[in-house]
């Protein structure tokens, strides 16, 4: 019932589709192997930038027609911009498909008009206000920078107000050309289409996307572990974060980590849930897994009032050193969850496309849901202890965010 | 034979209403079971109560501790969340469809058999309390709240929060006779959505809910808008924000769906008139919307924008501006891409257990009866031009409460809005 195919273009563009007649929606998504990772320090912020610019015109569109085009076909439509990846993407009923992939795959070459650009440019310095009142993103943000120490994996996505602020529309179209090759896109779509249509549209409209050799540069990343407290005026809540090894996207030991996360520190009934939650002692408290293209890290997290901050630290740390003091019956549980997860999540177009255009941007791999359903019930408790004798939780960074002292 | 995807209904004799709507081809269901409650009907000197309540209520059952409660859950992979609301508590749940049995038992189990054990009021009242602190550092949730304080009339001003005060007084014994009176039967609504079957889940909710007995709460009526100024909150931040609120259609008036619509108008994905002025022609703002909110007894618009300070007095003013304009001013064209947009996201959410059975537990909640895909679609279809000039002509966008929050004060008149 439900089928996959890939097809790649002469000019490298992979397509991937996974068919479920039955789907009431059809999503499709770009994705684009690029993001802040990939920028220099002068270009900071330019790959979300230029995410906020496919949406402000083409050459045969005006940025009004992009937008009233996209809300004519009834498009739930949106982008991101991670890291290592910018993402394009919408659903729409089935009779809409082709008005979607004539518009998405025409907004892929914007015309980066300059008052557009000038524009726009505001929009993204609002945008980062916005995110400097976010506490715990402030925290996030500045603490990978200072964990990463200059290598690009701790590059922010927003970028600073000066950085964007000095960015110029053609630094953004040579960026555009050097990262947007065909071979470095992936179109991904999932749910109710036909395979002959979708063939068709792909050559039609992507056939002719210009190609070049464009690679992600890499080097070696050796983690020095810091403990920095920052400060931020009016602050409420206490903020405490850790950063630590993980393993890279390609590691098959990603199954058994987040396996050992979601037991360590899913949202409920995990061991931080109830040593910090249960107990009302932080406010929220966490642990995951951020797999990236070569290398891995691990968040735990937790907010709390600033007069407990250190208790909570001290306990945050106890559980992560303590990674393997968990019953049978936890991993289980946990394998129940991720698997419940996987198939709720799976069940909408939407929630395929993702799952699929990361597993193929970072793994060239096309699973279907069951196969990635099986790979977690596979999981042993000896093979999370195998993932534990490598890097992951032998040591962290630590940072904390709290109130400005007056 | 029913048809597929049709919604049927059973009432109890004990006044519980249950709904149940198959959904083919796909492998999940979700429930959602409501009743009065929540922060409208806590007393005055302890809003916050039915917060504290309802998590409890999670925290052991006659069968299960805390711990072999939650454990229960996960073993099964059943998200769940159990709340209390502005007027309802509500005990939510998506799973793998074979789990429903498990689930809608354990649910049962914490609303008719709950331990409520006291020894865990204090961690609770606690991470309450910490949800207080934390909005104060989230000025965009914090100025809605100010807001709606001063807009609404009691109970509807009261703070999802709750306040503090009222969480760190409650004592224990108030808490159990919270459960006592308002755990009950009489208006409770069990909506099962997904891969079930509706005869099944009858048979099982008369088996697991015939027992439970009372009356219960009843919601409060609203009144009437209060004050329309203009207000400031003072706060240290990056953005500024505005907020404010006008009357608009209640959820059983004609005038409901020309009210979607032309919330569609002015916000709807990326074309809505807001978005387009502020934000795409001026680049005033990241995030501009305007939201609509049907409730029984009365409607309401929202308006939000954060912008930096130096842009607040420009953004004010072109949102005043189109507010004013939307009346007598809309082309065929832009009313029908507002139908589309709602009526492809209606169809989209038809897919997706946890949406349709919240939905349908809201539907009977407001009305008492069912909406079909059909009624809804036909609602908004049906909207015309001059609907929503009759439409804006009792619900003007003028008669407004306005906020803001963050270094400097802003009113309307600064900017030339009218009164």
Known sequence: MIDQKLVTLSNGLNVLGERNPHSKSVAMGFFVNTGARDETDEESGISHFLEHMMFKGTAKRSALDVTYDLGALGAQANAYTSEETTVYYAAVLPENFEGLFELLSDMLQPAIDQAEFDTEKNVILEEIALYQDRPSFYLFENALLRHFSGHNAGNSVLGTTESVSAITSDQMKDYLTRRY???????????????????????????????????RSYSEFTPENKTETLYKKDLSQAHILLIGDGVSAKSEERYALNILTTILGDGTGSKLYWKLVDTGLAESAGFELDTRDGLGVTYAYASTTPDRSEKVSDLLEEVLQNPLDFSLSDLERAKNKICSRLVLSGELPMGRLMSLGNSWIYRKEMHSLDIEVEKYRGIELVDIETALAGTPLKSWSKFTLLPEKN | MKQKNEILSKTLPNGLVVLAQHIP???????????????????????????????????????????????????????????????????????????????????????????????????????????????????????????????????????????????????????????????????????????????????????????????????????????????????????????????????????????????????????????????????????????????????????????????????????????????????????????????????????????????????????????????????????????????????????????????????????????
């Open chain 2, 25 to 419: 081809h796909i492998k999940s269901a979700a429930y959602d079971v409501s009743f009065p409650g929540g922060l409208a009907m806590d007393d005055k000197d302890a809003l916050g109560a039915s917060l504290i309540l309802a998590e409890l209520t999670s925290r052991g059952t006659k069968n299960l501790n805390s711990r072999a409660l939650s454990d229960a859950f996960d073993f099964d992979g059943i998200r769940h969340s159990e709340s209390a609301g502005f007027s309802r508590y509500s005990y939510r749940g998506s799973l793998v469809a074979d789990k429903i049995d498990t689930a809608l038992t354990l649910v049962r189990d914490m609303i008719l058999d709950p331990s409520l054990p006291k020894e865990e009021v204090a961690s609770i009242k606690d991470l309450y309390l910490q949800d207080l602190i934390s909005l104060k550092d989230n000025p965009s949730a914090l100025a809605m709240i100010e807001l709606q304080k001063r807009y609404l009339p009691e109970p509807f001003c009261r703070s999802q929060y709750g306040e503090e005060s009222g969480i760190e007084g409650v004592s224990y014994d108030r808490l159990k006779k919270l459960w006592d009176d308002s755990y009950a039967p009489s208006k409770a609504i069990v909506s099962v959505a997904g891969a079930i079957e509706p005869e099944r889940i009858f048979e099982q909710i008369e088996a697991l809910f015939s027992r439970w007995e009372g009356e219960g709460h009843s919601p409060p009526e609203f009144t009437e808008f209060q004050s329309t100024g203009d207000h400031h909150v003072p706060y240290e931040s990056a953005q500024q924000q505005i907020v404010f609120a006008y009357p608009s259609a209640p959820f059983l008036s004609k005038h409901y769906y020309t009210a979607k619509v032309v919330n569609g108008i002015l916000s709807g994905g990326m074309f809505g008139r807001l978005f387009i002025e502020v934000r795409e022609k001026r680049g005033l703002c990241y995030s501009v919307y305007s939201k609509h909110a049907g409730a029984k007894d009365y409607g309401m618009v929202t308006v939000y924008a954060g912008t930096t300070p130096e842009r607040a007095h420009e953004t004010l003013s072109v949102i005043l501006e189109e507010l004013n304009n939307v009346s007598g001013n809309i082309e065929e064209k832009e009313l029908s891409r507002a139908k589309t947009n709602l009526l492809s996201g209606l169809i989209m959410s038809e897919e997706s257990a946890a949406s349709r059975s919240v939905t349908n537990s809201s539907d009977w909640y407001l009305t008492g009866k069912l909406r079909t895909l059909e009624e809804i679609r036909e609602g908004i279809e049906s909207v015309t031009v001059d609907d929503i000039s009759d439409y804006l002509s009792e619900f003007p966008p003028n008669d407004f409460s306005l906020l803001t929050l963050g270094k400097r004060a802003l009113t309307r008149d600064s900017v030339g809005g009218k009164r």
């Open chain 1, 181 to 215: 090759a065909a071979s470095n896109i992936t179109l991904v779509v999932s749910g109710n289409f036909e395979w002959s249509t979708l063939q068709a549209l792909a050559e039609e409209h992507c056939g002719q996307w210009p190609s070049n050799g464009t690679q």
